[in-house]
Each structure stands twice: as C-alpha cells, then as structure tokens.
C-alpha cells in the first residue's frame, strides 16, 4: 500500500517565502516484524509534518513478515520522485543481494536517507555491504529493553542544537554496534549495559551523493512519541535535504505552519 499524505505545505517564515518554497516530497517506506509500524507512520508522519515543509507518501509494505522483499523497491527507480527517503522497517530476513544492492543504489545516486531503527537490522544477513555502507554503521544485535541515556557528542552541530546535553528515554533498545563505516560521524552515544561499552546510536553518513540521518533510537512508541525525539529526526531529514540552517532551524520556507 502507498498512500499520498498532505503535510503541513506552508512555511513559517514569511507570506513570501510560503508562495514560492515546495514542500519536500518525503517518501517513508515502513513495515515488517517486531515493531509497531501501523501506529509509528502516523506519529512520525504528523509530527514531522507539525515542524517541517513537508509532503508524505507512505508506503506501508511487507506487512509483518521479516522475509518480505517489498513490491516497492523491485524497481530500479523507486525514489526518483522524492526528495528524501524515511526508513522505519525491519527485513532482516531479506538476503537476496541483487534486491538490496536496488535499494542501496537510490541512496548512492543521491537520493538522501533518514535511517530509523530497525532499519539498520534490515538485510544485515546479505552477502554484501551495499546496505550497510548506507547506513553508515552495521549491527546484528541489540541489548535488552531498558531505558537509554543519551549522550550529546556534537552540541555544535546543527541536527544536536536542541537535544539535551543527555536525554534519559523513556525505553528502549540499544543496539550493538559493529563496525562504523568511514563516512560515518557520531553525533550521540549511549552505554550499553550488557556490553558495558558505549555504542553510537546517533549519527551521520554520506555515501556517493547521498546524505544520511541515522538513529537506532525508535524502538517504542513512547520514546518516538516525544518532542525530543520528533525535533532530532526532523533536523536530521532537513539536514540530510541541505534545509537545515547551522543553528538548527529550518531554512526559510522549510519549517511548519504558523499557529493562529
């Protein structure tokens, strides 16, 4: 299923600004195992949409099955019409290299990327590291449920203006992370109890021509839920887009609309 979502189209800068700037074309593909991916679209698609210029396509695909290789991305030009591409979905299952090698190939072209959770999981068994240099991190496994501590590596950086010197979430998933991959820029870590080691869980990537947001933040709905967590991952999509001043605000016609 893909469905076209308005989102907020105005911006809040100025009349001006609001007439001549397009919302960015925003394609989330979502779906898959262990997570609650009918009630996730709706929280980042609306709370996005209550901070930046945007507007949705949400392709919710897979349904629960962790092996599904989605209709969406069996064509070698899925996300020629989108400025920016959200991944929520968990496919770990999905080995086959030429279909992974499709959906990392969007991303080097240039097509940017925000990368949530699961995401990362997602073909972490193919036999090849397309994906994974995408991303910008691998990682096979997680740790046990608990709440994170997060802590804010880069305050300077325009997606980390905002975000708590440590944010303390309400739950979560740490993920073990692997291997960073040389493009790849920590903005944020947490201490990881099982581990007893810090693992990155914020960042950044670029790879080919693309430019990418990652978090492995986002396991609960109660974490994602938060304006904490809403501010970072629309900072990271604006500055995946280059619509990201470096103060952290949107650029003029990329913010939300104006309350009255």
Known sequence: MV???AGQ???????TAKSKVAPLKVLMV?????????NQKGILEKGIAARANVQWTIAHQGGKDRNQMIELFKSPDWAAKYDIVVHNQCFGGVTD???VERVAQAHYAGVPAVIIHCTVHSYRHAKTDAWRKVIGVSSFSHEKHRPLAVRNLQAK????QGFPEVWNTPN????KIDKMWPNCKTLATAFGEDTQKDHTCIWTNTIGKG????????HHNETMSTDVYLDLVTRGMLWACDKLDDSGKPKPGYGPAKTK
């Open 97 to 99: 290299v030429a279909f």
């Open 3 to 5: 469905c076209l979502i």
């Open 172 to 175: 979560g998933e740490l993920y």
């Open 157 to 160: 950086h325009p997606i980390m």
């Open 30 to 38: 979502t779906g898959g195992s262990s997570h609650d991916y009918a």
């Open 9 to 15: 189209t105005t911006a809040a800068e100025t009349t």
């Open 211 to 218: 430019k990418v947001f990652g978090t492995t933040i986002g």
